[in-house]
């Protein structure tokens, strides 16, 4: 009996690897192109450093005209969740991260190196096991839950290193005739790694993010197969990274220290390892403690956040990669208007430690990329927002769309734009005081400053109606009327000359201004006047000076 004989008994239907090595060969891909894969596990929760990761190797692959898949990892089945893998995919589609192959659905993939989903591939897993078993490189454990648990609290209790190894891998020294009885009859068993390695040897490893890393090498004789004919992760790793052509696994530093162990299988299936690239977690600053950012306390960790807020995409992935590269803001300040596409993203210069996301930083870029947005695009964006998650705010949207691609275009598409849209759930807040139908309900009291008396605000109504006020009229003729009306009811016409003698005058021309913004918009801070009344529109405008004179006080 050897170990053929023990092989054939534990896989008895398993092919030859020689028919996966030839159905999947090498891939065919120009000089220095390299194959990148985002490898969730289905559990229903798209981490906002699931995307980061994912747009990493995405970026990567493509820049080097190589290749992104998708792969599912769902070998831990108790984790997964229904639909689990349409939240992802819908994910990587909303963020324009689509996969070159991989998985499309629940169950279907596209590419020549699927299926895609680890529970699709459990043959492939157990042709590879059979080939460590045939070369006494893999065996079969009969240990039970029970008693592993056993020998972990006797290497506690004694102090020294837990895990299946050495002289504690009970199960490694049976010999082939032993394994193949036990098997006969019946007893449950798992496959497990024989490791070649020693802890008191060192392994040396470049990783393309965190450099040069010195490690003890693996001596844990790891599960490979499960009880229920899965792949646990690390061996999954090797043999789909292997067939699937990964060149460079980018995925989380948790799985630094698996190296060892990782190059070790990869060695002993006879495969050559690919490049690691360990990304450090996305971070976040609370009350001064960095930590990562997390599913439970943090609801910016989830992917669907950024979406029921209302922040585009194109900022979270602005944003994703200044955090990513520390040169992306330069790249930034020189290439103003360039898409981030354009932008050469290189794994030596990321972040080591770990990159600290901040709300507030995130929020000033998506200002700056709703900024550059046409008024056509922030319509369309608000109104799709709107359409999930604000009803009346949508009805006003679409029935009023001509009028309301005029109020989004105030300030827009000159040289410096408005910023005041960091997200589509700010639109409503930033545009009510436009549209009638919202201003009417709008019951805050109206927030005059300097100019504040009734007496001396009707004055300037009045007289702005009677007078002044003419819808023809060119930005300079408006503010020249304006400065007309300050110096004719005894304000200062110009600021600097009220600034020069204080005593001589109540107020300035800027506070006359306060007073008509104030009364037709409510606010003490808006885009520009001119334009905000030309947009209103004539009627609407006298309506609202009037009604201030009515009741503004
Ligand atoms: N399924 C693993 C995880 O979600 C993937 C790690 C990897 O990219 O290899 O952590």
Redesign the pocket.
């Known amino acids: 009996m050897d170990y053929k004989d023990l092989a054939n008994l534990i896989f008895p239907d398993a092919k030859e690897i020689k028919y996966y090595e030839e159905k999947y060969p090498r891939r065919e891909l120009p000089e220095g192109a390299i194959v990148t894969r985002f490898?969730?596990?289905p559990t229903g929760f798209v981490h906002i450093g699931g995307i980061y990761q994912a747009l990493i190797a995405k970026k990567l692959a493509k820049q080097t005209n190589g290749v992104f898949f998708l792969r599912i990892?769902d070998t831990d089945q108790k984790r997964e969740v229904e639909n689990g893998i349409t939240g992802i995919v819908n994910s990587l589609v909303e963020y324009g991260i689509e996969q070159d192959e991989g998985m499309i659905s629940e169950n279907e993939g596209k590419g020549n190196y699927g299926p895609y989903k680890q529970s699709q591939r459990k043959e492939i897993y157990q042709a590879y096991a059979k080939y460590l078993i045939e070369q006494g490189k893999a065996y079969p454990c009969f240990c039970s839950p029970e008693e592993v648990d056993e020998i972990r609290a006797k290497q506690e209790a004694a102090k020294i290193r837990p895990g299946y190894y050495g002289v504690w891998a009970k199960c490694r020294n049976l010999t082939v005739e032993e394994m193949i009885e036990k098997i006969k009859a019946g007893e449950k068993y798992i496959v497990r790694f024989k490791s070649p390695g020693r802890e008191d040897r060192k392994i040396k490893h470049k990783d393309a993010i965190k450099g040069n890393v010195d490690f003890p090498e693996n001596d844990q004789d790891i599960v490979i197969i499960k009880a229920d004919g899965l792949p646990t992760?690390h061996f999954a790793?090797a043999i789909d990274d292997h067939l699937m052509g990964t060149t460079h696994?980018i995925?989380?530093d948790e799985?630094l220290s698996s190296v060892p162990l990782h190059l070790q299988l990869f060695q002993e299936l006879g495969f050559k390892a690919p490049k690691y690239c360990h990304i450090a977690p996305v971070m976040k600053n609370d009350n001064g403690n960095k930590r990562k950012l997390s599913k439970r306390k943090d609801p910016e960790a989830a992917v669907s956040y950024y979406s029921e807020v209302g922040i585009p995409k194109e900022a979270v992935k602005e944003y994703l990669l200044n955090i990513a590269n520390s040169t992306f803001e330069n790249w930034r300040r020189a290439n103003k208007d360039k898409s981030i596409d354009e932008f050469e993203l290189q794994l030596n210069k990321m972040s080591v430690s770990g990159a600290l996301f901040d709300m507030v930083k995130l929020l000033d870029v998506s200002k700056i990329v709703i900024s550059k947005m046409t008024a056509e695009e922030v319509y369309t964006n608000s109104l799709n927002w709107a359409k999930k998650y604000d009803d009346e705010l949508a009805k006003i949207l679409e029935e009023n769309k001509e009028y309301a691609l005029k109020v989004f275009g105030i300030e827009r598409g000159n040289k410096k734009p408005r910023k005041d849209i960091a997200k589509w759930s700010d639109v409503k807040e930033n545009i009510s005081y436009m549209f009638k139908e919202l201003f009417e309900k709008d019951n805050t009291k109206y927030p005059f400053q300097v100019i504040n008396e009734k007496e001396d605000i009707n004055k300037i109504l009045d007289l702005y109606i009677s007078k002044y006020y003419d819808e023809n009229d060119d930005k300079q003729m408006w503010f020249d009327k304006i400065k007309e009306l300050a110096g004719e009811l005894g304000y200062a016409k110009e600021v600097k000359e009220f600034k020069a003698n204080p005593e001589k005058y109540k107020a300035h021309v800027g506070d006359v201004s306060t007073v008509l913004r104030v009364i037709l918009t409510k606010r003490t801070n808006t885009p520009d006047m001119y334009e905000i009344m030309q947009v209103l529109g004539k009627e609407e405008v006298i309506k609202r000076l009037q009604e201030g004179m009515k009741n503004g006080i």
């Open positions: 490898a969730p596990s990892e992760y790793h696994v995925r989380g799985w």
